[in-house]
C-alpha cells in the first residue's frame, strides 16, 4: 500500500496506521486525501493514512472476491473477510468503521444491517483511504476508523477501457465459474470531465480445500450463486478559474439466485454447513443501492478553500429468511416463514473551509457544518409487517480544527460539536413481543469531542508522534425499539440514545529511508459505555451497553532490496474486554465479532521484466485460547498464501493470472469458529484461479 501522510482535521482520530505495503511518499510531499477532508505536510501531523491504490486494488481482485476481501488482505487490523454478503463482525481495531464513496456515509445509524462494505462495485474504485482508529472527522460510525472509496476519475482525452475475467475452482469447474465484465469511458475536455462506467458480474459457487459447496449464508446472504451489476456517472464542470462542480451518481445491486440451499454442519463435530441444489424458500437476499452528490468547490473564498457537498442516498437490503420464533403470529396463520428488509434514505449537506498560513503565520485552520438526515425502518418482507418502526434521525455538527508548527514540533487539536435528535411515532412491537403498544418520543442528545496531537520530527527520517482523539457511534437503535415487551413505555423514557464515546489514544515511531520504512504503533480504545451484540435463542440479536476497553499494537517494515524487487512485512495484535457483571470493571474478553485475531502478512514482490510483474502474498492468522469457560472464542488458527502475476502486452491489453489461497488450504473462516452457531459453520474457499484481461485506448 502507499503511504500518504494526510492531516487528520476536525475531530480525526490522530492515530498511528499501517506503514505501506509497496510504495512511499517524501517526508514532505502534500497528498491530498479526501477522507481527512484537508491536505498538510507529513511532517505537520501525528498520523499516517494507508491508501490502497487502483493497481493493488485490480491485482487483489485476482484473488479476491469483494471490497472485504480486500480490506481483509491488506490491512492486518481489519478482520478476516466472512465472504459473505454482510460485514457484520469486520472490525477496524476492534471496533466497526464508517465506511464512505466520496465522503457519502454508506452506514446507516438507526439500524446497522452490515451490508455498508456491499455498495459500490470494486471496479468504479480509484483508490481506497484508510484511517485507523476512533474518529470524528466525518461524523458518526468511525469509531474504529475510516473507509473512504474515492471513485474513479476524469483523464486527459477520451479514454476507454475494457475488462473481462473468469475464476473458478479446479475442483468444481462447473459449479464454481464465475464470470465478469466491464466498461469505463473518461474525459477531460475543456470545461467538461465525463466518467462513465458499468460492471456485471454472475458469480458462481465457493470451493473449500476439501472440494466441498460451501454453505451459503440463508440468513445474511451471499456473494456466492448471485448476479450484479453497477452503474456508475461522474460529471465535472469547471465554471472558472477559481469554481467547479461535480456530480456522481451510481446504482448498485446484487442479488442471490436462489440455486442452492444450506445443509446445516456440526460445530461440536467439525462437520461444515455446505450447499446443495434445491429450491430455496422466499425471496433471495439482495442490496439495492443508489448513492449521489452534487460538491462545488470555491479554491479562494474569503482567503480559504470552500468544498459544500450535497448528497442523497437510498438504500435497501433484503435477508434470508427462516420460521424463527420472533416472526411468528396467530393472524397469519401457524409455522410462519418470513424474512426481514431494511429501508434507509438519507440526505445531508457537508461544508468545510480550509485556510493555510493564516495571518502569514504558521496556523492552519478547518472550520464547517454537516448535517444528516436519515429515515428508517426494517420490515418482514412477506407479510408487510413492521420490525422497526419508522423512524428518524436529525443530526447537526459544526466543527473547528488547528494545526501550528513550532520548530520541529507540529501541534494539532480540535473541537466538534454533535447534536441528534431521534423521532419515532406510536407503534405496536411483533406477536412475538406480546404486541406491546409504544408511545413515540423525541429524544436527542449532544456531545462535545475532542483532539489534540503533537508530532516531533527527530531527524529526516525519524519521527515520533502522540495522539487523543474522541469518536462516537450510535447504538443499533432498531435492535432497541423492535424488541420491546414492557407495555406503557415512551421512546422518550425508555431508549438509551446517548452515542458510544471511543477515546483513543495513541503513540507511534516511524522511519522512512531510501529503502527501508518501518513504522510501530500502540494504542488504546475505551468506552464507558459500550453497545454490544448478544444473541438469543433464535439468534436474534440485542444491544447490551457495557463498557469496553480494547488496546493493540501494529508493526510495518518495507525494504526495497532492489529496484525490482520489494519485501514487505506486517503484524497486529488486538485485545479487548467488556464489563459483565455492571460494576464498571471490565472482566471478559470481547468476541471474534469484535476483536481479530493476531495476524502476520508477508509480501514479495517483483518486477522481472517491463512486462512480467508477480506478487506473493503469505498471511497467517494465529490461533487464540480465550480460556477455561469462554470456549466460544478460541480460535484454530491458519494461514494461506496469494499468487498474481500480471504481463503487460502493451498491444493487447493487460493479462492477469491470480491464485487464491494457493496450497489450497482447509479451514473453517474466523467468524464461524468464534461467534457463528452450526447453520453458519462455514468454511473458507479453497483453491480458486482468477485470469483476467483489461484493455485500454
Do not use: C
Request: net charge negative; proline share 3%.
Amino acid at each position: 500500500m502507499e503511504k500518504t501522510p494526510v492531516s487528520i482535521a476536525l475531530l480525526s482520530a490522530l492515530s498511528a496506521l499501517s506503514l505501506p505495503a509497496m510504495a512511499s511518499s517524501g517526508v514532505d510531499d502534500v497528498i491530498e486525501v479526501t477522507a481527512t477532508r484537508t491536505s498538510v505536510p507529513q511532517s505537520a501531523i501525528p498520523a499516517t493514512v494507508s491508501v490502497i491504490t487502483g493497481e493493488e486494488i485490480r491485482a487483489q481482485l485476482n484473488v479476491a472476491q469483494s471490497l472485504s476481501d480486500i480490506l481483509g488482505n491488506m490491512i492486518p487490523a481489519f478482520s478476516p473477510s466472512r465472504q459473505k454478503l454482510t460485514s457484520s463482525g469486520e472490525t477496524l481495531r476492534g471496533r466497526d468503521p464508517l465506511y464512505l464513496i466520496d465522503g457519502i456515509p454508506q452506514s446507516n445509524p438507526l439500524r446497522n444491517g452490515s451490508r455498508a462494505a456491499y455498495t459500490i462495485d470494486p471496479s468504479m474504485i480509484e483508490r481506497v483511504e484508510v484511517i485507523h482508529g476512533a474518529s470524528a472527522i466525518q461524523g458518526m460510525g468511525a469509531s474504529g476508523g475510516i473507509i473512504n472509496i474515492v471513485t474513479k476519475s476524469a483523464e486527459d482525452g477520451p479514454t476507454h477501457e475494457v475488462n473481462a475475467g473468469i475464476t473458478a475452482s479446479p475442483d468444481e469447474l462447473s459449479d464454481s465459474m464465475t464470470y465478469q465484465a466491464g466498461y469505463l469511458f473518461r474525459q477531460s475536455d475543456g470545461k467538461w470531465q465525463t466518467v462513465l462506467g458499468v460492471q456485471v458480474k454472475e458469480t458462481g459457487m465457493y470451493v473449500d480445500g476439501e472440494g466441498q459447496l460451501i454453505g451459503l449464508d440463508g440468513v445474511q446472504g451471499d456473494t456466492m450463486d448471485s448476479t450484479s451489476y453497477d452503474l456508475f456517472a461522474k460529471f465535472g464542470y469547471t465554471i472558472d478559474d477559481e469554481q467547479s462542480l461535480e456530480f456522481m451518481i451510481n446504482r448498485f445491486d446484487m442479488a442471490g439466485n436462489g440455486n442452492y440451499g444450506t445443509l446445516d454442519g456440526d460445530r461440536a463435530a467439525g462437520i461444515p454447513a455446505i450447499s446443495v441444489e434445491g429450491i430455496v424458500e422466499g425471496d433471495s437476499p439482495e442490496n439495492t443501492v443508489t448513492t449521489s452528490s452534487l460538491t462545488y468547490h470555491h479554491t479562494a473564498l474569503f482567503s480559504g478553500r470552500l468544498d459544500w457537498q450535497l448528497f442523497f442516498q437510498d438504500f435497501s437490503a433484503l435477508y434470508g429468511g427462516g420460521r424463527y420464533g420472533t416472526f411468528q403470529d396467530p393472524d397469519f396463520g401457524d409455522n410462519l416463514f418470513d424474512q426481514s428488509r431494511n429501508d434507509s434514505r438519507k440526505y445531508g449537506s457537508r461544508i468545510t473551509m480550509n485556510w493555510q498560513d493564516v495571518a502569514e503565520s504558521p496556523l492552519g485552520i478547518t472550520a464547517g457544518l454537516d448535517y444528516l438526515n436519515d429515515t428508517t425502518f426494517q420490515e418482514l418482507a412477506q407479510t408487510g409487517r413492521k420490525w422497526v418502526p419508522d423512524t428518524e434521525f436529525v443530526n447537526w455538527a459544526p466543527y473547528v480544527q488547528a494545526r501550528y508548527q513550532l520548530g520541529n514540533i507540529n501541534l494539532s487539536a480540535g473541537v466538534r460539536y454533535e447534536y441528534g435528535k431521534l423521532r419515532v411515532d406510536d407503534f405496536t412491537t411483533l406477536a412475538s413481543y406480546n404486541s406491546t403498544f409504544v408511545n413515540g418520543g423525541e429524544p436527542s442528545f449532544n456531545e462535545l469531542l475532542h483532539n489534540l496531537g503533537a508530532v516531533y520530527q527527530l531527524t529526516e527520517n525519524w519521527r515520533v508522534y502522540a495522539s487523543y482523539s474522541e469518536g462516537f457511534s450510535m447504538p443499533d437503535v432498531g435492535r432497541v425499539l423492535r424488541g420491546i415487551s414492557e407495555p406503557d413505555l415512551s421512546v422518550s423514557s425508555f431508549l438509551d440514545l446517548q452515542p458510544v464515546i471511543a477515546d483513543n489514544q495513541e503513540a507511534g515511531l516511524e522511519y522512512s529511508g531510501d529503502a527501508l520504512s518501518f513504522s510501530a504503533s500502540y494504542f488504546t480504545s475505551d468506552s464507558d459505555l459500550g453497545a454490544r451484540l448478544q444473541a438469543d435463542a433464535d439468534g436474534i440479536y440485542s444491544v447490551k451497553r457495557e463498557r469496553t476497553e480494547i488496546d493493540g499494537i501494529e508493526l510495518n517494515a518495507s525494504y526495497m532490496l532492489s529496484a525490482d524487487t520489494r519485501l514487505s512485512a506486517s503484524y497486529a495484535d488486538t485485545n479487548g474486554e467488556f464489563d459483565s457483571d455492571g460494576d464498571q470493571r471490565v472482566d471478559q474478553d470481547l468476541s471474534g465479532r469484535n476483536i481479530a485475531p493476531r495476524r502476520l502478512n508477508l509480501t514479495w514482490q517483483q518486477s522481472w521484466t517491463d512486462m512480467l510483474l508477480t506478487r506473493v502474498q503469505w498471511s497467517q492468522l494465529f490461533d487464540r485460547d480465550a480460556g477455561e469457560g469462554n470456549s466460544i472464542n478460541d480460535f484454530d488458527g491458519y494461514h494461506t498464501i496469494n499468487a498474481t502475476a500480471t504481463l503487460d502486452t502493451l498491444s493487447s491489453g493487460t493479462f492477469t493470472l491470480g491464485v487464491e489461497n494457493l496450497l489450497d488450504e482447509y479451514y473453517f473462516t474466523y467468524y464461524a469458529q468464534s461467534v457463528g452457531g452450526d447453520n453458519r459453520n462455514f468454511t473458507g474457499r479453497g483453491r480458486t484461479v482468477t485470469l483476467s484481461w483489461q484493455y485500454g485506448w
